[in-house]
């Protein structure tokens, strides 16, 4: 039984109120309030009802549609659980069928579960659901019903990039038993296997296996057997017997996550097989060459298989292949040449280069496999930089010519690599312009290729364990909203260079003329920085007779230093930055100079140092609370 906390009647209306009438008229409200204020209160003070019914109406937009909705026949269901499920039934027969659909298929998650969206969607995927949008990519269509979902409030508890990119989300406890409702002769859940045996075959399209209390399963083979049964979820089981897999034939998704068992070579005759996920595996060590069979296959994660260590080269033959994700699986170092055929390829993230020394045969591949792989939307690199020859295959991978590539992480390597090699490597690495997001670690060369500041579609940036000594002038990207810099232990001073304004061509400048330096940036952090004491911005004395203004960072919302040993200046321009959030950690020389330093960040509301809140009125006095 779930105990659900009420809300007093006006506290009901004004969430109703606030949802249904979202970024609309006065007069809309006005107009609807009477009415409104009915539908509300049959929500029966409950939270999710008044979020659930508010975003229903905030769809509809005449009379006749809010009246429709306060007669509806759903208010007048007796049973306990049918009048919980009343305010859903309302939005859910309001989807078109293709948003039910994927709906439903949600409640083979475990209650409270985190969901990723992108791998919600590839299961819808794998389902079949998309198969008629013929102008529209699947993901395209998955994510407008994602979004669909999320205005209806189906999904809650969001984890967020800037500007409401929703990456994971979770369903209320109501909604998740809705969904099992809905597809209560579809889906069937097994948490405890004594209870196995209860399954009878049928019409059974979802099963879902998770239990802690077993190292081995086995699913009744009538079920496997059935045509209909399209998913199969278990986690939390060390063994699956090989037979299983025979009976298999119908599956369309098959996730096997955190299961420590080996794929059997029968695999490969899962030819209906869409979706496999084989992430968190302890014991896989590689797949069985028959996995290139799966010709209709459209997602493989392999994400955290930390004993996989090659991939066979029938992966070429995976025509359909999508999305294929092996981070964190650092011993996954071979990969084939084969991988350059995936010509459908939007995702290939963890892709290991291989260093001179690594080279075991002419079946592994490089960078320069990457050629092909025009349809590229997200990029993973590992190993860069480990030897020489990675220079004319970081050239031959083209990615600048990848048009559709929006994110991009390049991880180097310090084994034997040297800092020429790196900048030479990082400089042929030049993506298209239309990147919005860039990731690059343990980079070891001391300047930046000169193409990051041509970037003018890049939102978000992360810097992490690089051995520059000075900062590039990011301040000249007009997009980008973030930017996270980690152990840059070799910066002692971030300068005026830093914002990228040092170079204005003052004479082509009119009178009235502003320079702005980060003229989009909302997110600001620095950590770790070992040798880093002082940060300044503009020069006085070289503006002191300039027309132009300068603007630093007009839109910066949040700033986060921490574990600087060493760093003591604040900027005088944050005292015109509008800040919102200012957060310091282990900065012990910032710290002792907070009388003088916090002067500048007074107008801040929120601001922690070391995890306490400051009280502003009392920044000057060096207090805390």
């Known amino acids: 039984m779930i105990q659900l906390e009420r809300l007093t009647e006006e506290d009901c209306w004004r969430l109703f109120n606030r949802v249904a009438f979202l970024g609309k008229e006065k007069t809309d409200e006005e107009n609807f309030t009477e009415i409104g204020r009915k539908i509300a209160a049959k929500c029966d003070g409950l939270p999710l009802a008044a979020k659930t019914l508010g975003s229903h109406m905030y769809f509809k937009t005449t009379k006749k549609e809010w009246e429709d909705v306060l007669e509806s026949e759903l208010w007048d269901l007796e049973d306990t659980n049918m009048k919980l499920f009343s305010p859903l039934l309302l939005s859910y027969y309001d989807l078109p069928s293709v948003v039910k659909r994927c709906f439903s298929y949600c409640a083979v998650f475990p209650k409270d579960a985190l969901i990723d969206r992108d791998d919600l969607i590839q299961q819808w995927m794998s389902q079949g659901y998309f198969n008629s949008k013929k102008n529209m990519e699947k993901e395209a269509a998955g994510l407008g019903c994602f979004n669909s979902l999320v205005m209806r409030s189906f999904f809650q508890d969001f984890e967020e990039e800037m500007e409401r990119n929703i990456l994971q989300c979770k369903m209320h406890d109501v909604v998740h038993n809705f969904a099992q409702f809905l597809t209560k002769n579809e889906y069937y859940s097994i948490r405890e296997m ?9 019409d059974i399209r979802h099963l879902t296996m998770a239990t802690s209390s077993t190292t081995s399963a086995e699913v009744p083979i009538s079920i496997l057997k059935g045509r209909s049964l399209h998913t199969l979820v278990v986690s939390g089981i060390d063994a699956i017997g090989h037979d299983q897999f025979l009976h298999m034939k119908y599956l369309r998704t098959l996730n096997l996550t955190g299961c420590n068992t080996e794929l059997p070579e029968i695999i490969g005759e899962l ?22 069979k799966l010709w209709n296959l459209q997602t493989l994660r392999l994400v955290h298989c930390l004993n996989i260590e090659k991939l066979p080269g029938t992966v070429g033959q995976l025509i359909n292949l999508r999305h294929l994700y092996a981070s964190y699986s650092y011993n996954l170092m071979q990969w ?18 291989f260093g001179d020394d690594d080279a075991k045969n002419d079946h592994e591949t490089n960078l320069g496999a990457l050629r092909n792989l025009n349809n590229l939307h997200q990029l993973y690199i590992r190993g860069l930089g480990d030897a020489a020859n990675h220079v004319d295959e970081a050239k031959q991978a083209q990615l600048h010519g990848k048009k559709g590539l929006l994110h991009l992480a390049l991880y180097f390597s310090n084994r034997t690599s040297t800092m020429e090699i790196h900048e030479k490597v990082l400089q042929e690495l030049n993506p298209h312009p239309n990147i919005q997001n860039l990731t690059i670690k343990q980079y070891e060369g001391l300047v930046f290729p000169s193409w990051m500041i041509s970037l003018n579609n890049l939102r978000r940036l992360s810097l992490a364990f690089c051995s ?34 040092e170079e204005v061509d003052h004479d082509n400048y009119l009178e009235s003329s502003n320079v702005v330096s980060f003229p989009n940036l909302k997110e600001l952090e620095f950590h770790f920085f070992d040798e880093w004491k002082e940060w300044v911005g503009t020069n006085p004395e070289r503006w002191k007779f300039q027309n132009p203004t300068v603007i630093i960072m007009p839109r910066l919302q949040i700033l986060n230093i921490s574990y600087c040993d060493n760093f003591e200046t604040l900027p005088n321009f944050l005292a015109r930055v509008p800040l919102q959030n200012l957060s310091v950690r282990i900065c012990p020389k910032l710290k002792m100079r907070r009388r003088k330093e916090w002067a500048k960040v007074c107008h801040i509301p929120n601001i922690a140092v070391d995890d306490l809140r400051i009280v502003v009125d009392r920044i000057r006095e060096g207090s805390t609370s």
């Open 194 to 202: 004594e209870n196995v045996n209860q399954i009878h075959g049928g």
């Open 271 to 292: 030819v209906h097989l869409r979706y496999l996920n084989l992430s968190n595996n302890r014991r896989l060590k590689e797949l069985p060459t028959s996995v290139g």
């Open 336 to 353: 084939p040449k084969e991988i350059g055929r995936l010509s459908c390829l939007q995702t290939l993230n963890g892709f290991q280069c």
């Open 468 to 501: 520059c000594e000075v900062l590039p002038p990011l301040g000249k990207l007009p997009c980008l909203e973030s930017l996270k810099m980690i152990d840059m232990s070799n910066v002692a001073k971030v300068g005026p260079e830093f914002l990228g304004i």
